[in-house]
């Protein structure tokens, strides 16, 4: 996971230091603070790899600082505080609310667009590179081969939405101040402790209904994901630039909810027919770029099957990637 490959050690140098990571305390920063950490050493490169998130989870503080990333516990809400974070020219931005939108859309939009606005008035310059996600754009046919970049984006539902003003706050302020930025639309990273794969893993191991109606799911391994986003400093441009990140292909849920089914010898409970529709995107443009992913979706299976039946630790942080009305 944290494993650099030739191509980051080499992009790595090209990094100005301190690479600044907000939102690193979640799912991804950690792993990706660490790749960063871990391709600057491989390159001999002086690199301060700043790690910043409110902590919530302070083991995620730790386990950064045990691997030579700094860390700085600040509230992106709080301006003063952004105001304070170090001055730098390379900045990763990974803060982003999704659940419990249904509840209080006005906290996900105001997470989702004015730290945006507060981050982009602080690094005017710098070159950025901000996750954004597949769900920007609506639903396509399964027969289709995904939304392109240039699409429209029209999607479902309250938290996709303020996905998308997370975006044009970008575009706006990349296009007042003519700072680059790289917006990647990232379908679904699968680790082995959360994910798309861990949660039907999961429902088998567990004999829990497996509901196929969302048939089909992007998905990419978080290591690969991590190095295309380290790599994507180098796509950051004026006007904004988005990038859609994902797997070659996407993975068929009956299918995979079975072959977990084999490999633990369990029997599979399956509800509901595939749907026409999914979320899908088509990865011409990152295949152009910086190369489509590698890792086999035989091998991820064969991976998270054994996580989960020996009790690997999980974040029990489920996808709910069944929803297809948007609400979340
Ligand atoms: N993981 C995926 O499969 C996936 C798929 C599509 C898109 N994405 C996008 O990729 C980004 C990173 O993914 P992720 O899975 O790591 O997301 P995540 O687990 O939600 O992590 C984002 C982190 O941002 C931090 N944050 C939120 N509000 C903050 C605030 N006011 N001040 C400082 N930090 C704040 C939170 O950590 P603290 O509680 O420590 O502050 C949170 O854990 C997200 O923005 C998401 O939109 C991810």
């Known amino acids: 996971m944290t494993q650099p490959s030739p191509a980051l050690v080499e992009a790595m140098r090209t990094v100005q230091s301190p690479l600044v990571i907000l939102g690193a305390g979640g799912k991804m920063g950690p792993t990706l603070a660490v790749l960063a950490r871990r391709a600057a050493d491989a390159a001999g490169h002086a690199l301060d790899v700043v790690a910043v998130s409110r902590f919530s989870d302070p083991t995620a503080r730790g386990w950064l ?175 904004a630039s988005p990038l859609n990140l994902t797997g070659d292909q996407s993975l068929e849920v009956r299918d995979v909810a079975l072959r977990f089914g084999a490999l633990m010898g369990c029997p599979v409970q399956i509800s509901g027919m595939e749907a026409d529709t999914a979320y899908l995107s088509d990865i011409s443009r990152l295949r152009e770029t910086l190369g489509a992913p590698k890792l086999s979706l035989d091998t991820l299976i064969r991976w998270t099957a054994h996580w989960v039946m020996q009790g690997g630790s999980l974040l029990d942080k489920p996808t709910h990637f069944e929803v297809r009305n948007g609400r979340y």
């Open 65 to 239: 600082e045990s691997r030579g990333v700094r860390t700085i516990s600040a509230d992106l809400f709080d301006r003063a505080a952004v105001a304070r974070l170090p001055e730098s020219a390379n900045v990763l931005y990974l803060v982003g609310l999704k659940f419990g939108t249904q509840q209080t859309p006005s906290l996900t939009w105001a997470a989702n667009t004015l730290i945006p606005t507060y981050v982009m008035e602080r690094y005017r310059g710098a070159r950025v590179v901000s996750l954004s996600s597949g769900n920007v754009y609506p639903l396509v046919s399964i027969h289709s081969s995904g939304s392109v970049e240039s699409d429209p984006l029209t999607p479902l539902g309250e938290y996709a939405n303020s996905c998308v003003g997370r975006e044009r706050i970008f575009e706006y302020f990349a296009q007042r101040d003519g700072t680059p930025v790289a917006l990647i639309r990232l379908s679904y990273a699968v680790d082995l402790h959360y994910g798309v794969l861990v949660d039907i893993a999961r429902k088998v191991f567990q004999r829990q209904t497996v509901d196929v109606t969302m048939g089909h799911l992007p998905y990419i391994w978080q290591g690969e994901a991590n190095d295309r986003i380290l790599r994507a400093l180098a796509l950051a441009a004026v006007p």
